[in-house]
């Protein structure tokens, strides 16, 4: 059971919120990646990839305490503060886009352990391997779907 968040549908002004709470998140669970990796995807995720996602936050106070951002079929985006992991921010958003919009996959950086296990105990299951991320840096992400009822 999770506790009952309120979700907001995100919008352009939010994205010095988002790229905050990513950078935060990034941060404390990415450590494979270097400085210049970061600010690399920083750029990527600002110019572009915001603009290619439905995205979706939970706030408290005005402050912005996880996201997700997902396309037509996956999520691309789900990131909550360090401070607020096991809150059931991420599970509530990953159950919004699971009853709102049918979502069912991911891709996860495989070296990001703690979130290939956060989704292995949702449910999902690795389908495919690739040795290197979407911008072509060589690290390996897993793509995993739901293997059944959320």
């Known amino acids: 059971m999770f506790r009952n968040y309120k979700i907001d549908k995100l919008q352009t002004n939010d994205y010095p919120r988002i790229l905050q709470v990513w950078e935060t998140s990034v941060r404390a669970s990415h450590d494979f990646l270097k400085e210049a ?10 110019d572009t990839y915001l603009d290619e996602l439905r995205l979706f936050g939970i706030h408290d106070d005005h402050q912005l305490l996880g996201f997700i951002g ?28 699971y009853q709102h919009l049918h979502i069912t996959e991911v891709d996860v950086n495989e070296q990001n352990t703690k979130a290939c296990d956060f989704y292995r105990h ?22 995993m779907k739901l293997g059944g009822p959320f």
């Open 122 to 143: 949702l449910g999902f299951e690795v389908t495919e391997r690739s040795a290197k991320d979407a911008i072509g840096k060589p690290f390996p992400i897993l793509s």
């Open 70 to 97: 997902v396309t037509d079929v996956s999520i691309g985006l789900l990131f909550v503060l360090p401070e607020t992991h096991g809150m059931g921010i991420g599970l509530a958003l990953i159950n919004y886009v």
């Open 37 to 46: 990796d970061i600010q690399v995807y920083k750029s990527v995720i600002s």
